[in-house]
């Protein structure tokens, strides 16, 4: 399957999941659930996605400018941050710090940069600025902070509420559980990669060389373990610790994504076109480069399935499965060496 370049995707699914509302998190194969309402989750993950895209639809406009508006309207004065809405529009949560902290600053911290418009550009500086005036003492979290962190501070070295964060990130994400084992978690639990671009990333935008190759080291030894037979075999939800080897089940698109972004960021960061294939890699996963050979979306609709089972995909075409298929097309689309 090596060698099959994505194509443009279609964001035909997602549109279906959207309502007035925001993006919604379930579906029943390909039948949205409203009963299960928002999360700033997945809202985030689909404004760094559509921020990604440089030719977007009116339609697709809105859905990004709806995302925004999602994300900043979970924003508590004290940083913290909503993540659950009910079908009605109503939170149904306290604000807290856990992942949907960490993922809505990279959500406005991305759009802070690469937004289409300057007014939400502008909206966004301000949302990331409300979201740092906390942080998380979760690993994830910071991880998913870092990359919003990150890619402000690059494009604005002066942004000190991103220096801030990334300062305090490098010390959480660069420590190793043992010296036989350089994760910075015991196990390997979910959206491991994101940890390793985050590394990458802190280096980069700090000018912390032995931090940038720290997160290198991090995405080395990941792919070591998350890659068998030529295919990636990633970490089922139950986790996974370097004697377990053998496939697990079941297996999450989101993982396959993770993967795709650390393995661009790293590509764009040495320009070592190994990286770029591991990118191609992961696309192919979705097109059945994976345990069981079998495809993880529909091609016609933009839907990625839910889950990789021991006898095949999980049918439902959630947002967070979408998203991650979508946004791995778009990084094998970008990292495509033959159009470089």
């Given at each position: 399957m090596i060698g099959q370049v994505a194509r443009q995707p279609t964001f035909a699914h997602l549109k279906r999941l959207t309502t007035e509302i925001g993006l919604q998190e379930h579906a029943l194969f390909d039948e949205p659930r409203p009963e299960h309402g928002y999360c700033v989750d997945d809202v985030a993950r689909g404004l760094v996605l559509l921020c990604r895209e440089s030719d977007l639809d009116p339609t697709e406009l809105a859905m990004l400018e709806l995302y925004l508006n999602f994300t900043l309207r979970a924003l508590s004065e004290d940083g913290s941050c909503h993540n659950r809405m009910d079908s009605s529009g109503e939170w149904v949560d306290q604000p807290g710090r856990g992942d949907w902290w960490g993922r809505a600053m990279w959500g406005v911290g991305f759009a802070a940069v690469h937004a289409p418009l300057e007014s939400q550009r502008t909206r966004a500086v301000e949302g990331f600025r409300i979201l740092a005036r906390t942080t998380s003492p979760d690993l994830k979290s910071l991880s998913f902070a870092s990359l919003g962190a990150g890619e402000l501070l690059l494009a604005h070295p002066e942004e000190s509420s991103a220096r801030r964060i990334l300062e305090h990130a490098r010390i959480r994400l660069t420590h190793?559980?043992?010296?036989?084992?350089?994760?910075?978690?015991?196990?390997?639990?979910?959206?491991?990669?994101s940890v390793a671009e985050a590394v990458i990333l802190i280096g980069w935008a700090l000018g912390d060389t032995p931090t940038l190759e720290r997160g290198i080291s991090l995405l080395e030894f990941l792919l070591k373990i998350e890659t068998r037979s030529g295919h990636f075999s990633v970490t089922p939800t139950e986790g996974r610790e370097d004697d377990e080897g053998a496939m697990g089940f079941d297996q999450q698109p989101i993982e396959i994504a993770a993967i795709a972004d650390a393995c661009a960021r790293a590509f764009q960061v040495t320009g070592d076109r190994r990286w770029a294939e591991e990118v191609e890699r992961a696309w192919s996963w979705f097109l059945g480069n994976n345990d069981i050979g079998v495809p993880m979306f529909?091609?016609?609709?933009?839907?990625?399935?839910?889950?990789?089972?021991?006898?095949?995909?999980?049918?439902?075409?959630?947002?967070?499965?979408t998203i991650s298929m979508l946004s791995t097309a778009?990084?094998?689309?970008?990292?495509?060496?033959s159009r470089l």
């Open positions: 190793s559980s043992s010296d036989s084992w350089i994760w910075p978690e015991k196990r390997l639990s979910y959206s491991n990669g529909d091609p016609e609709t933009g839907a990625g399935y839910d889950g990789l089972h021991d006898r095949g995909p999980n049918l439902n075409q959630g947002a967070e499965s778009q990084q094998a689309l970008r990292t495509d060496i």
